[in-house]
């Protein structure tokens, strides 16, 4: 959908439909009344029948019947003003995008009132694009059933005067870019394993580089073999496929920057090694690499934006297969920055290729690491598919990432990573296992990892109950939901 800001009187546009906004404690703001007077009052008689209330997420359909050049005004209810916020705003307008869609409209016009605030408009332009999200790549026949043929295409936000159109201007291209990156993400997530591999995946990444003007490096298995990432091999050994270890970089024009460090696990697709999965929802672990895809999206929105700090995106990607040369249970293998790991569960194996990623970042000094990654399902256990959990070793930098998550609605939940929980991942033949006791399984993943991510502030964030599966949003559909993006993307402009 292509969306647009134009002046004008929103009486005279030629549009499939005019959205007028309803507060549920006052109807009759201006737009209104310029609607009603155009059409002899019909609206106000049509409320004083107690149909439309103006709750959130309500609409009701009047036809104009000539009276305006469009031939439908849609009442669209946001609740009681002192209630609203930039996330009910997503609800709304996520939940308004595809009804307009589903009715088979095409064009619609959203005239702005003045009052608008800035981040409210963002969040109706974000969640307007985001709603629509379909993953239709591999359909070559359309439902017809399923309406796969209907399309919103346009959406002009309608204002009154020129110093009004260059403030929103700005807004509306800020949100199209970061829904893009988070429909990058879930465009990544969301492809099978046999379309895309940790080659692939460089491959994008590359693309995605030179598009908007970031360095892009990508370590081949060779150098892999030479700089010594042997956790990282050691997980793509059972694989015919080559693993890839990937780094993005922005650098301000400006000096004296800070630098903040974004680290993906790209497991492509995870079939647990030799310690292998049941059969049954084997098929969504093509989506553990979301933590790779929330990287990716994220660099290419930075890009673009071009916030005042130096952001370095890391991706460590393979596939965990049970090949004949597979790590098996109770193999040792030294990570990047030499500490000796016992592997006692090969399912544990986005931890692995994290440790090779986090040893190899400290060589940026940064003042501030975050890694994602879909690494357990005791986090689902304990935190459903509504928040990610959150575990770190720096208490500003999971600060910062709280009030980022409180921006955009991307929600994390801080657990305890006290020195306690390193016992469970103690070895007695190495350095560190890679799972824990048993119990409290999302922070064990953190204990380990840890051990890796010394000498920078750490804050790591487990999405597997957040990068799939999320319900009950109006703008965040089946499969991916491309979750970590915008949280990442306010946690660096914040910075």
């Known amino acids: 959908?292509?969306?647009?800001?134009?002046?004008?009187?929103?009486?005279?546009?030629?549009?499939?439909?005019?959205?007028?906004?309803?507060?549920?404690?006052?109807?009759?703001?201006?737009?209104?009344?310029?609607?009603?007077?155009?059409?002899?009052?019909?609206?106000?008689?049509?409320?004083?029948?107690?149909?439309?209330?103006?709750?959130?997420?309500?609409?009701?359909?009047?036809?104009?019947?000539?009276?305006?050049?469009?031939?439908?005004?849609?009442?669209?209810?946001?609740?009681?003003?002192?209630?609203?916020?930039?996330?009910?705003?997503?609800?709304?307008?996520?939940?308004?995008?595809?009804?307009?869609?589903?009715?088979?409209?095409?064009?619609?016009?959203?005239?702005?009132?003045?009052?608008?605030?800035?981040?409210?408009?963002?969040?109706?332009?974000?969640?307007?694009?985001?709603?629509?999200?379909?993953?239709?790549?591999?359909?070559?026949?359309?439902?017809?059933?399923?309406?796969?043929?209907?399309?919103?295409?346009?959406?002009?936000?309608?204002?009154?005067?020129?110093?009004?159109?260059?403030?929103?201007?700005?807004?509306?291209?800020?949100?199209e870019t970061i829904a893009n990156g988070t429909i990058l993400a879930r465009d990544l997530s969301n492809q099978p394993g046999n379309h895309l591999t940790p080659t692939q995946l460089a491959e994008k990444a590359e693309e995605v580089a030179e598009a908007v003007g970031l360095n892009c490096t990508v370590f081949d298995k060779p150098t892999l073999e030479e700089k010594g990432f042997r956790t990282l091999l050691a997980v793509a050994q059972g694989s015919a496929e080559d693993p890839r270890f990937i780094i993005l970089e922005y650098t301000p024009e400006s000096e004296g920057h800070e630098t903040v460090a974004l680290v993906g696990k790209g497991i492509t697709f995870d079939t647990g090694g030799i310690s292998l999965k049941s059969g049954k929802g084997m098929d969504e672990m093509k989506h553990d690499m979301s933590g790779a895809a929330a990287v990716l999206g994220a660099m290419q929105v930075i890009g673009q934006l071009k916030p005042d700090v130096r952001v370095i995106g890391i991706i460590a990607t393979t596939e965990n297969m049970p090949?004949?040369?597979?790590?098996?249970?109770?193999?040792?293998?030294?990570?990047?920055?030499?500490?000796?790991?016992?592997?006692?569960?090969?399912?544990?194996?986005?931890?692995?290729?994290?440790?090779?990623?986090?040893?190899?970042?400290?060589?940026?000094?940064?003042?501030?690491?975050?890694?994602?990654?879909?690494?357990?399902?005791?986090?689902?256990?304990?935190?459903?598919?509504?928040?990610?959990?959150?575990?770190?070793?720096?208490?500003?930098?999971?600060?910062?990432?709280?009030?980022?998550?409180?921006?955009?609605?991307?929600?994390?939940?801080?657990?305890?990573?006290?020195?306690?929980?390193?016992?469970?991942?103690?070895?007695?033949?190495?350095?560190?296992?890679?799972i824990g006791d048993g119990t409290s399984g999302t922070i064990a993943g953190a204990a380990f990892l840890k051990k890796f991510a010394e000498g920078y502030p750490w804050v790591h964030l487990d999405i597997a109950g957040t990068a799939w599966g999320m319900k009950g949003s109006s703008y965040i559909p089946e499969g991916a939901s491309g979750y970590g993006v915008r949280l990442l993307v306010q946690l660096v402009e914040d910075w």
């Not at 946001?78 to 209630?83: A, F, K, N, P, V």
């Not at 439902?143 to 807004?171: C, H, R």
Request: with cysteine.
């Open 1 to 175: 959908m292509k969306i647009t800001v134009e002046t004008g009187d929103f009486r005279q546009k030629e549009t499939d439909a005019v959205l007028i906004p309803m507060l549920e404690d006052d109807f009759h703001n201006e737009l209104f009344l310029a609607a009603d007077a155009s059409l002899d009052g019909r609206i106000q008689a049509f409320l004083n029948l107690g149909d439309f209330k103006g709750k959130p997420k309500t609409t009701s359909v009047l036809y104009t019947n000539g009276a305006m050049t469009t031939p439908r005004i849609i009442l669209v209810g946001l609740g009681i003003y002192t209630e609203l916020n930039a996330e009910k705003v997503r609800q709304i307008a996520g939940h308004t995008a595809r009804y307009l869609r589903d009715m088979g409209l095409k064009s619609v016009t959203v005239p702005i009132p003045p009052e608008t605030q800035d981040d409210w408009a963002q969040a109706a332009v974000e969640a307007s694009l985001l709603s629509l999200y379909e993953f239709k790549q591999h359909k070559t026949q359309s439902d017809k059933d399923d309406g796969d043929n209907k399309s919103l295409d346009s959406m002009t936000f309608l204002v009154g005067s020129d110093a009004e159109k260059s403030q929103i201007e700005p807004i509306v291209e800020r949100g």
């Open 323 to 434: 090949g004949s040369t597979a790590i098996k249970p109770g193999d040792v293998v030294t990570s990047y920055g030499g500490k000796t790991i016992e592997i006692m569960n090969t399912d544990a194996e986005g931890r692995l290729i994290l440790a090779d990623a986090l040893g190899w970042t400290a060589q940026y000094n940064p003042n501030g690491v975050v890694d994602l990654a879909t690494l357990t399902g005791a986090v689902i256990t304990c935190l459903g598919h509504i928040a990610a959990g959150a575990m770190g070793t720096d208490d500003a930098l999971m600060e910062k990432i709280k009030k980022a998550a409180e921006k955009t609605h991307e929600r994390v939940w801080e657990l305890p990573l006290w020195d306690d929980y390193d016992e469970g991942v103690k070895s007695k033949v190495a350095d560190v296992q890679n």
